[in-house]
């Protein structure tokens, strides 16, 4: 069994159902790739294992995320810790409007991290997302003062520093230029030694450099999770083979 | 040919547009102008020192004596106080209707602020007299509810929606993105609010507090109403005088002496209000700098 299970876990916003009985293993310290064109319900899937979609209205969600062996949905949970474990990184990139020092800083502070720990947090979550050679002397200027690339970068050590078990990135280098996406990918390669990595993509050529396994989304489905190798080459599936080799999407 | 015809017309609105901005831009020029003509003798007159720092204003004794200082305090005492209770409320209601509440009722408590602004200041008045008034002579037991103090909570009721729905506007033009990574960190929104949110639209809520002061500094009807009007130098629980009132109250029966003086306060006031505007200039530039 993986860190995280979800089991019969359907999504609906109003009537209309967005995901349907997905049952999925993600497999600890691996780069698991969600893919799907447009509108196949992976990001909605990404987001309900952090409970991000909880301040959606209208949004319902039946059966289980297991997460560390533990029902995220159970009503004791508070998704707020949920979250600290499980960070995100968005589509666009989301600095704060402050120092990119305080950038990295302001969760852990908020969690209870004395000041004195910060200095170390903020240099070690840095170094993590290979940011700190680049700004080690300008922590604190603005962090909007950082390129898209750069900003992404520093928005995936905002989610380190708070030490995490897993990192969901949802489409995080659709905004960036080749450079700036290659420099992601490559450190995904080093954050899954310490994390499990959870990605949805658009990209098929990203899923398949970089991901260990692949799940193949469509209409709320999942229709095909398997080794990224047997995806893309030998998918049992027909609709998974028709959308890898681009017939649509 | 065609694109000779385009070239004309975009000339013909740029004038246009020139046209309606220089007006603007003449009219500030000609009211200046108006009140350093016909009031700046008449201050030379007083003597400047006299005027601006002369606590004593009866211009009905021979000689007149025309000390506004009374005035002044009074006007910057009561939006002191005005904005510094209005400012925080105002914040707290903007980030409740915009962030916390329920979207529908949000709407509707948006609609009946809005309202609220486009009430005439007369009404406001009134309803000072009727029951901010008699409340006010009866908790500090004065002979009179007439007073700064009234007049400061008719004038904070009054500032308010402005206020509210301009800084709501701009907390509500903070990006989103903003408090979907607080909350993936963790992080519960309330706090989010005040660390992220409110810092983010700070250029937007100095320019609605701004409009406050403007409004607090140039009312007159409403606080005429319920001010006492009586130039003494102020205290909360007693009847005051503004600059603004000081000039409606005597203009009518103003001798020619007195009329210069008046408009004489006016160009002070006018003065104030520049100054104050450029002062928020260049704190709301500064915070935009930071921010971009």
Known sequence: MGIITTKDLNLYYGDKQAINSINMDIEKNRITALIGPSGCGKTTFLKTLNRMNDTIPNCKITGEVIFDGINIYDNKIDPMLVRKKMGM????????????YDNIAYAPKYHGKKKRELDEIVEKSLKAAALWEEVKDRLKKSA???????????????TIALNPEVILMDE????????????????????????TVVIVTHNMQQASRIAD????????????????????????????????????? | MKTQKVYLYNSIFKAIVFFFALVTVLS????????IVNGGPSIAKVGLKDFLLGKVWNSANEPPQYGILAFIVSSFYSTFFTVLIAVPISILVALAIGQLMPKGLGTVIRAIISLLAGIPSVIYGFLGIIFIVPLVQKVFNLSSGLTMFSSVIVLIVMTLPTIISVSETSINAVDKGYMDAAFALGVRKEYALFTIVLPAAKSGIMAA???GVGRAIGETMAVMMVAGNIP????MLKPVRFLTTAIVTEMSYATEQTRGVLIGIGLVLFVFIFIINSIFHFFIKKAGAVNG
């Open chain 1, 172 to 195: 995080a280098t659709s905004a960036l230029d080749p450079i700036s996406t290659y420099k992601i990918e490559d450190l995904m390669g080093e954050l899954k030694k310490t994390y």
């Open chain 1, 89 to 100: 990184v968005f589509q666009k990139p989301n600095p704060f409007p402050m120092s990119i």
């Open chain 2, 28 to 35: 500030v020029i000609l009211i200046g102008v108006f009140m």
């Open chain 2, 232 to 235: 003494q130098m102020p205290s």
């Open chain 1, 144 to 158: 909007l003062s950082l390129s898209g690339g750069q900003q992404q970068r520093l928005c995936i050590a905002r």
């Open chain 1, 213 to 249: 396994r692949t799940a193949f989304f469509l209409l709320g489905d999942l229709v095909e999770y398997d080794t990224t190798e047997n995806i893309f080459v030998n998918p049992r599936n027909q609709k998974t083979l028709d959308y890898v080799s681009g017939h649509f999407g």
């Open chain 2, 209 to 211: 507090v701004l409009l």
